[in-house]
T-cell receptor, first 114, second 115 residues
Framework: AQSVTQLDSHVSVSEGTPVLLRCNYS??????LFWYVQHPNKGLQLLLK??????LVKGINGFEAEFKKSETSFHLTKPSAHMSDAAEYFC????????????FGGGTRLMVKP | DGGITQSPKYLFRKEGQNVTLSCEQN?????MYWYRQDPGQGLRLIYY???????QKGDIAEGYSVSREKKESFPLTVTSAQKNPTAFYLC??????????????FGDGTRLSIL
């Protein structure tokens, strides 16, 4: 069985400072991992994905994430926050035998202060 | 541009009424999905379809029904049996296959409220 835990429900940063959104996963098989972003009243947009290639994955809008198997983590980072980054972020896992079925974390709301 | 279109954006339901949410995609994806999102929570899977004329229940299918008569379309009906339908509903699609590392693409959602 697969599961995802986002360790912080809310994160607040100042504009221009680094962003760290934490995600831990549990998976019986080799997982694929994704980060999605959701702005208010919108659908989910894919930020980046890990699919057993490079462990450091670069995504859109300056975000990146590092897959650490030993720590079962897939934390999302950005060197410098922008006001437009304020949104809800979801860490998502799927397994090779799950037929593309996704398991979502509970989400982390990122707030960016001027 | 290819994408997923959900309509309407906002929908209101009266007690005892069935309502249907539309989802259309032009990405040529085989698989389509319906999720429910409640405030401050992640997404929960209602129904999914891996191929035309076939669909499967997700984690919270009770009170909902779907059809998949065309590859492009996957409408969701919220029936009167669903006692707490107020939520944000998201439709998604993806390619399928043994290699399941393909991401899902999402529409912009429909917000359903009870009158």
């Amino acid at each position: 069985a697969q599961s995802v835990t986002q360790l912080d429900s809310h994160v607040s940063v100042s504009e221009g400072t680094p962003v760290l959104l934490r995600c831990n996963y549990s998976s019986s098989y080799s997982p694929s991992l994704f980060w999605y972003v959701q702005h208010p009243n919108k659908g989910l947009q894919l930020l980046l994905k890990y699919t057993s290639a490079a462990t450091l994955v670069k995504g859109i809008n300056g975000f990146e994430a590092e897959f650490k198997k030993s720590e079962t983590s897939f934390h999302l980072t950005k060197p410098s926050a922008h006001m437009s980054d304020a949104a809800e972020y979801f860490c998502v896992v799927t397994e090779g035998n799950a037929g593309n079925m996704l398991t979502f974390g509970g989400g982390t709301r990122l707030m960016v202060k001027p | 541009d290819g994408g997923i279109t959900q309509s309407p954006k906002y929908l209101f339901r009266k007690e005892g009424q069935n309502v249907t949410l539309s989802c259309e995609q032009n990405l040529n994806h085989d698989a389509m999905y319906w999720y429910r999102q409640d405030p401050g929570q992640g997404l929960r899977l209602i129904y999914y379809s891996q191929i035309v004329n076939d669909f499967q229940k997700g984690d919270i299918a009770e009170g909902y029904s779907v059809s998949r008569e065309k590859k492009e379309s996957f409408p969701l009906t919220v029936t009167s049996a669903q006692k707490n339908p107020t939520a944000f509903y998201l439709c998604a699609s993806s390619t399928t296959g043994w290699n399941s590392n393909q991401p899902q693409h999402f529409g912009d959602g429909t917000r359903l409220s009870i009158l």
